[in-house]
């Protein structure tokens, strides 16, 4: 039987649906922990007393580590398989939490960020690697955008518990938490997260793909035998996402994650110190933070169904359009406390509710060989974005540029998303020998 076709004619039952549950909770935790330095940036630059431009740099090796870890894992996966980067990607971003709740001094703090980074940085591509090769093709975009979901949730999460949290243990106990939680969860993943069969099958382990798809299904005859429809890659992964007429795709995937991250790693880390700038108070400010998360994640939940119904273009193009109007009203806001609550929560989900979506478009881009990879390094491109989006908010920030200002950029960058999607969807103009092959 051809396996793809197999999965797509069946529904989803407990091994999948436990599957799905392991890798939303490695996103939650994910989430939690990518995000844990926005929320405790304001505390922390009380208790150490230093200028709000120095936690640029803090932000930026969290941000870099993440861009390393999404390019380095995402490969190694399509090499060694999901299942064992996943494991040893978690074990890394915990030890990396820990340590970071005994930061002394500002190098520690970049050092420590940065290590965490590169384990946090190869959770998404490989959870959403997997459970899209074990989510029929009906059903496929809107699995892995509720995988994506646990990342938005986890980042929500981590706004709530801080709020709670720094008041009553300070600003290392969110750390503590971010480090533990992962530790609970490694001991049902070694035991129930399962190694993806299309992946087992390209490297030839039919009877290893076969032990899975019987524990998904114990009803298959003793003399089942699979087989995929395509072939496996025998060259570099990463060179092949600019073969067989994946360069325009790989580009602009790229592009389009790079510009959004650039947006929404601004906000998410900026956000609550700017607010606590225009005097909110600190509970409130974090509060008022979190629903720029709060926005991602019913973005997330409400996209997935959407994309499944009128597909890719549509619901990303018109998500970027309000994303970039949503912005600039934002950069008017003085103070109106209802209405800031609202357009935080639309930004969020224009902008941090969309990026599952982005990459769940790469996910499906690419064949089970070069799924891990087109996603890692589309990520890992993007998060040169994610980069850049704190460190320039720190410089412009010290530039005295305005709100208003601010925001024009950012709705700028909304809009550039908003061509790149139009370009990827737009057939490519063939030259005459390709019309006549």
Known sequence: MELGKWLDERQLGRFQHRLLLLCGLCMI??????????????????????????????????????MLGALLFGALADRIGRRPVLLACTLLFSAGMLATAGAATLPQLIALRFFTGVGLGGI?????????????????????????????????????????????????????LGGVAPLLLWLPM?????????????????????????????SLPAGARFHLAERPSQNNPVAELFRRGLARRTLLLWLLSFLNLIVLYFLSNWMPSLLRAQGLDMRHALLAGSMLQLGGVVGTLSFGRWIDRA????????????????????????????????????????????????????????PTSLRATGVGWSLGIGRIGSVLGPWLGGVLIGLAWSQAALFALLALLALGSAAVVWAYHREPRRRPAEEAA
């Not at 591509?125 to 990342?151: Q, V």
């Not at 399962?194 to 299904?217: D, H, I, N, V, Y």
């Not at 600039?328 to 941090?352: D, Q, S, T």
């Open 311 to 366: 597909g890719f273009r549509n619901v990303l193009l018109s998500c970027f359009l309000l994303a970039a109007l949503g912005l600039w009203a934002l950069g008017g806001m003085r103070g109106e406390a209802v209405w800031l609550y609202v357009l935080l929560f639309c930004a969020g989900f224009c902008v941090i509710g969309v990026q599952p979506a982005v990459n769940a478009l790469a996910a499906s881009a690419y």
């Open 124 to 176: 998404m591509p490989n959870a959403m690697a997997l459970a899209g090769e074990y989510s029929p093709a009906r059903r496929r975009a809107s699995l892995m955008m509720l995988i994506s979901c646990g990342f938005t949730a986890g980042a929500l999460l981590g706004g709530l518990l801080a709020a709670w949290l720094i008041p009553a243990h300070g600003w290392r106990s969110v750390f503590l």
């Open 190 to 218: 070694l035991r129930g997260l399962p190694e993806s069969a299309k992946f087992l099958l390209l490297r030839g382990k039919a009877e290893q793909a076969l032990l899975w798809l019987r524990r998904m299904e114990p």
């Open 29 to 66: 935790l994910d989430g939690f922990d990518v995000q844990a330095m926005g929320y405790v940036a304001p505390a922390l630059l009380e208790d150490w007393g230093i200028a709000k431009s120095a936690l640029g740099p803090v932000f930026g090796a969290g941000l870099l580590g993440l």
